[in-house]
């Protein structure tokens, strides 16, 4: 911020040096022909002018414009930057940070010091800011396990009805289609890998690649109305900046944060080049924060202190909304949703429980906005007690096993717990929190609780499972405090096995496993660690532990699942698929594994079933459309399997593996031409042994001898050594074709 203020001020003497010289300019002349004295008149007179312009310059140009001016036809883009801790931004007051882009941006628009969000999670924060609801209400309680159900209205829904063009740029796997996030949107790009069956938990992209994804959308779409939300996952763990932001941060998080600032900048520099951006809503909003090892807390999720609470938030639209605004008060961030529809004077429903922030923009509001907060991350990873809490921008209550108070004012660190002291406070924010928690409370759920049926399937897949307690059910489930250990040998852990030192990071889990068998990552990532590794019978083991220990656990079941496919035992694994399905019956890798298992067992009709739903889920996954096209063809429903191909050489025209098996398709269908012509096209994209020979045959049954004997001794040079069947086949064949061409 210093730096960027000092290159301002230069910048502002500048043009003031730039004015005297011209106001002068006209002197030479006069002094030739004038005395001292009028030189003196003449200055005089000049200064009341150079008031009234210097005056009409700050008027025009660095005057902070005041009002909020709301407009139809806005263009909106929602930039959110995963994980960023509002006191790592130099705006928000870090001078080691390198931030120029979001600082130039709160310059020029309304920047919110005290924006809070209501759950440290990634997918619960989207939640809430693309329904504008607080997670009792959406339901989203956690990473992995929970979707937000189609009922409810998001943002790009209601924008996409009033006919924008909306687009979605992901950068991690927490918000990938799969968890609903991607309702209303035309374009939700999630693609992190290309090759990819399975999307890891950990699957990512670098902003880089968000952002050439956005620019190339973009390009084409920038003419109409839009709508876009931009994800920049890259502050999260692990902290990996590329160069040159590696070598200039000593500390690896704010080179990071430095790195997506840049590319925050790309889309605006974007926006501007293109002349749009005067006429487009721009917010940006830190997801949540990290923990950063203060309170012991090295990531977030875990505790609901203002290290992983407290965001960054800025709005700007420079035709439309103040410029240079500072907004102390307490706001967060379900209040985007109202803000951004009553910007473009929309209605807001009255079932919002955000509220629009332009009341304080245009300086006519001036009091905090309640948050409720909450994690159920510890309830779901580790059976220990999930937080709910309550700040009103002075005082902060946890509602934890051993309740917490704070007083943000005195102890904004949070420091020292003044529940014993403030015992008065604490119930009268007690009952503020339950009224909230009453209010709020959704009576459905994305993840409901197991019927009898349910829990039998279950228990005839080897699993007991008990009930856990409900939404505002209380648990005998210990405090976060009190595990703080458990939770920091897990993270040193994690930290080990990034780094490459599997031995010592598999030393902690195994600790951690004894330290605290309820809780599942030490078993997710030892089991992942040995998977890895390939040394299977050691995963199948943890894994097989783990999901004992914790029958609910999806992720448990995931990784045995995916273990014993390796090592061959396909019915165990198809047993691992159900059980996960009987829990979460959108759980796509179950869903995807099930139907290439039954594909393996010979069922190519459930394995279909399986494939297709599979498909629904996550259409734009290669491999799976691949497997799914394959599986249908060699059903005989090659019709089907013509159209699924069809529709991903538009997507993907430069796989030779599509053209390959649409060629051999089209072979077993008679029609010889659209074979060759494919198989001609694979080969030319990557040659291989299976292409050629097929190319081959077609070509015999077309009476193309000569060609057919060329493409089956390509075949002959690139299939691998050894003798089969197929192969003295095809040595025959050359041999016989040859005898009859030279004939
Ligand atoms: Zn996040």
Same mark, same amino acid.
């Given at each position: 911020?210093?730096?960027?203020?000092?290159?301002?001020?230069?910048?502002?003497?500048?043009?003031?040096?730039?004015?005297?010289?011209?106001?002068?300019?006209?002197?030479?002349?006069?002094?030739?022909?004038?005395?001292?004295?009028?030189?003196?008149?003449?200055?005089?007179?000049?200064?009341?002018?150079?008031?009234?312009?210097?005056?009409?310059?700050?008027?025009?140009?660095?005057?902070?414009?005041?009002?909020?001016?709301?407009?139809?036809?806005?263009?909106?883009?929602?930039?959110?930057?995963?994980?960023?801790?509002?006191?790592?931004?130099?705006?928000?007051?870090?001078?080691?940070?390198?931030?120029?882009?979001?600082?130039?941006?709160? &310059?020029?628009?309304?920047?919110?010091?005290?924006?809070?969000?209501?759950?440290?999670?990634?997918?619960?924060?989207?939640?809430?800011?693309?329904?504008?609801?607080?997670?009792?209400?959406?339901?989203?309680?956690?990473?992995?396990?929970?979707?937000?159900?189609?009922?409810?209205?998001?943002?790009?829904?209601?924008?996409?009805?009033?006919?924008?063009?909306?687009?979605?740029?992901?950068?991690?796997?927490?918000?990938?289609?799969?968890?609903?996030?991607?309702?209303?949107?035309?374009?939700?790009?999630?693609?992190?890998?290309?090759?990819?069956?399975?999307?890891?938990?950990?699957?990512?992209?670098?902003?880089?690649?968000?952002?050439?994804?956005?620019?190339?959308?973009?390009?084409?779409?920038?003419?109409?109305?839009?709508?876009?939300?931009?994800?920049?996952?890259?502050?999260?763990?692990?902290?990996?900046?590329?160069?040159?932001?590696?070598? &200039?941060?000593?500390?690896?998080?704010?080179?990071?944060?430095?790195?997506?600032?840049?590319?925050?900048?790309?889309?605006?520099?974007?926006?501007?080049?293109?002349?749009?951006?005067?006429?487009?809503?721009?917010?940006?909003?830190?997801?949540?924060?990290?923990?950063?090892?203060?309170?012991?807390?090295?990531?977030?999720?875990?505790?609901?202190?203002?290290?992983?609470?407290?965001?960054?938030?800025?709005?700007?639209?420079?035709?439309?909304?103040?410029?240079?605004?500072?907004?102390?008060?307490?706001?967060?961030?379900?209040?985007i949703f109202p803000t951004v529809l009553d910007l473009l004077n929309m209605s807001v429903s009255a079932d919002a429980q955000g509220e629009s922030l332009i009341p304080y923009m245009d300086g006519k509001r001036k009091d905090n906005l309640v948050s409720y907060i909450e994690t159920f991350h510890p309830r779901e990873m580790f059976r220990w007690a999930a937080?709910?809490?309550?700040?009103?921008?002075?005082?902060?209550?946890?509602?934890?096993?051993?309740?917490?108070?704070?007083?943000?004012?005195?102890?904004?660190?949070?420091?020292?717990?003044?529940?014993?002291?403030?015992?008065?406070?604490?119930?009268?924010?007690?009952?503020?929190?339950?009224?909230?928690?009453?209010?709020?409370?959704?009576?459905?759920?994305?993840?409901?609780?197991?019927?009898?049926?349910?829990?039998?399937?279950?228990?005839?897949?080897?699993?007991?499972?008990?009930?856990?307690?409900? &939404?505002?059910?209380?648990?005998?489930?210990?405090?976060?405090?009190?595990?703080?250990?458990?939770?920091?040998?897990?993270?040193?852990?994690?930290?080990?096995?990034?780094?490459?030192?599997?031995?010592?990071?598999?030393?902690?889990?195994?600790?951690?496993?004894?330290?605290?068998?309820?809780?599942?990552?030490?078993?997710?990532?030892?089991?992942?660690?040995?998977?890895?590794?390939?040394?299977?019978?050691?995963?199948?083991?943890?894994?097989?532990?783990?999901?004992?220990?914790?029958?609910?656990?999806?992720?448990?079941?995931?990784?045995?699942?995916?273990?014993?496919?390796?090592?061959?035992?396909?019915?165990?694994?198809?047993?691992?698929?159900?059980?996960?399905?009987?829990?979460?019956?959108?759980?796509?890798?179950?869903?995807?594994?099930?139907?290439?298992?039954?594909?393996?067992?010979?069922?190519? &009709?459930?394995?279909?079933?399986?494939?297709?739903?599979?498909?629904?889920?996550?259409?734009?996954?290669?491999?799976?459309?691949?497997?799914?096209?394959?599986?249908?063809?060699?059903?005989?429903?090659?019709?089907?399997?013509?159209?699924?191909?069809?529709?991903?050489?538009?997507?993907?025209?430069?796989?030779?593996?599509?053209?390959?098996?649409?060629?051999?398709?089209?072979?077993?269908?008679?029609?010889?031409?659209?074979?060759?012509?494919?198989?001609?096209?694979?080969?030319?994209?990557?040659?291989?042994?299976?292409?050629?020979?097929?190319?081959?045959?077609?070509?015999?049954?077309?009476?193309?001898?000569?060609?057919?004997?060329?493409?089956?001794?390509?075949?002959?040079?690139?299939?691998?050594?050894?003798?089969?069947?197929?192969?003295?086949?095809?040595?025959?064949?050359?041999?016989?074709?040859?005898?009859?061409?030279?004939?």
């Amino acid at each position: 911020m210093a730096k960027k203020k000092r290159k301002r001020r230069k910048k502002k003497s500048l043009a003031t040096a730039q004015v005297k010289k011209e106001s002068f300019q006209e002197k030479p002349e006069v002094k030739e022909k004038t005395p001292l004295k009028r030189q003196k008149k003449f200055i005089l007179y000049a200064i009341p002018f150079l008031v009234v312009l210097f005056g009409l310059l700050f008027f025009i140009v660095l005057r902070p414009k005041s009002e909020v001016q709301r407009a139809d036809s806005l263009n909106v883009i929602i930039i959110t930057l995963d994980t960023l801790r509002a006191d790592r931004v130099a705006c928000y007051g870090y001078d080691k940070a390198k931030t120029p882009r979001l600082d130039e941006l709160a &310059e020029k628009g309304v920047k919110f010091e005290n924006a809070v969000c209501q759950a440290p999670l990634t997918l619960p924060s989207h939640a809430s800011i693309f329904t504008g609801l607080y997670p009792p209400s959406h339901q989203i309680r956690d990473n992995g396990a929970y979707y937000l159900d189609q009922g409810f209205q998001t943002l790009a829904e209601i924008f996409k009805e009033k006919e924008y063009n909306t687009a979605a740029f992901i950068g991690a796997f927490p918000v990938d289609s799969r968890f609903g996030l991607d309702q209303g949107f035309d374009f939700y790009d999630d693609k992190f890998e290309e090759d990819e069956k399975f999307k890891a938990f950990t699957s990512e992209r670098r902003a880089e690649d968000v952002f050439k994804s956005f620019q190339e959308w973009f390009l084409g779409n920038f003419q109409s109305k839009f709508f876009v939300w931009v994800h920049y996952y890259d502050p999260h763990l692990p902290y990996d900046p590329p160069s040159p932001y590696r070598e &200039e941060f000593s500390d690896p998080y704010d080179g990071e944060v430095a790195y997506t600032d840049f590319f925050m900048g790309e889309v605006i520099d974007l926006l501007e080049e293109k002349n749009v951006f005067d006429n487009t809503l721009v917010v940006v909003a830190g997801d949540h924060g990290e923990g950063l090892g203060d309170h012991k807390e090295i990531d977030h999720g875990l505790f609901l202190y203002n290290t992983t609470l407290k965001v960054p938030l800025i709005f700007c639209a420079p035709r439309n909304l103040p410029s240079q605004k500072i907004i102390t008060f307490q706001v967060r961030l379900i209040d985007i949703f109202p803000t951004v529809l009553d910007l473009l004077n929309m209605s807001v429903s009255a079932d919002a429980q955000g509220e629009s922030l332009i009341p304080y923009m245009d300086g006519k509001r001036k009091d905090n906005l309640v948050s409720y907060i909450e994690t159920f991350h510890p309830r779901e990873m580790f059976r220990w007690a999930a937080l709910r809490g309550i700040v009103d921008g002075k005082m902060k209550y946890i509602d934890a096993p051993k309740p917490e108070l704070y007083d943000m004012e005195m102890d904004p660190k949070e420091e020292h717990n003044i529940y014993q002291e403030e015992k008065q406070v604490a119930s009268r924010l007690k009952k503020d929190l339950d009224g909230l928690i009453e209010k709020y409370s959704s009576k459905s759920s994305s993840r409901r609780g197991l019927s009898s049926e349910e829990r039998e399937r279950l228990m005839s897949l080897g699993y007991v499972v008990d009930s856990s307690p409900s &939404e505002g059910e209380s648990s005998d489930f210990p405090d976060p405090k009190d595990k703080i250990d458990v939770w920091y040998t897990l993270q040193v852990a994690r930290s080990l096995q990034r780094r490459g030192e599997d031995e010592k990071a598999e030393k902690l889990y195994k600790k951690g496993i004894e330290m605290d068998p309820d809780c599942s990552l030490h078993y997710l990532f030892l089991g992942g660690l040995y998977l890895k590794a390939y040394r299977l019978q050691e995963a199948y083991d943890v894994f097989k532990m783990g999901t004992k220990a914790l029958p609910e656990s999806i992720p448990l079941h995931d990784g045995l699942a995916k273990t014993s496919v390796q090592m061959g035992k396909y019915q165990e694994a198809l047993n691992e698929c159900e059980a996960i399905l009987t829990l979460n019956d959108r759980y796509f890798n179950a869903i995807s594994l099930a139907g290439l298992l039954y594909n393996r067992m010979g069922e190519n &009709e459930k394995a279909i079933e399986y494939l297709q739903r599979a498909a629904r889920i996550e259409p734009e996954n290669k491999l799976l459309l691949l497997d799914y096209a394959r599986v249908l063809s060699i059903s005989g429903r090659t019709e089907e399997a013509i159209d699924v191909y069809g529709s991903l050489k538009v997507h993907y025209p430069k796989d030779f593996r599509i053209y390959q098996n649409l060629g051999i398709t089209y072979g077993n269908t008679g029609d010889l031409e659209k074979s060759i012509e494919n198989l001609k096209k694979a080969i030319e994209l990557h040659p291989t042994a299976l292409a050629f020979f097929n190319l081959a045959v077609a070509l015999e049954k077309t009476g193309r001898i000569e060609e057919a004997v060329r493409y089956l001794k390509a075949y002959l040079r690139t299939t691998p050594e050894g003798d089969t069947a197929r192969k003295r086949m095809a040595q025959k064949k050359v041999a016989e074709w040859e005898i009859n061409l030279n004939r």
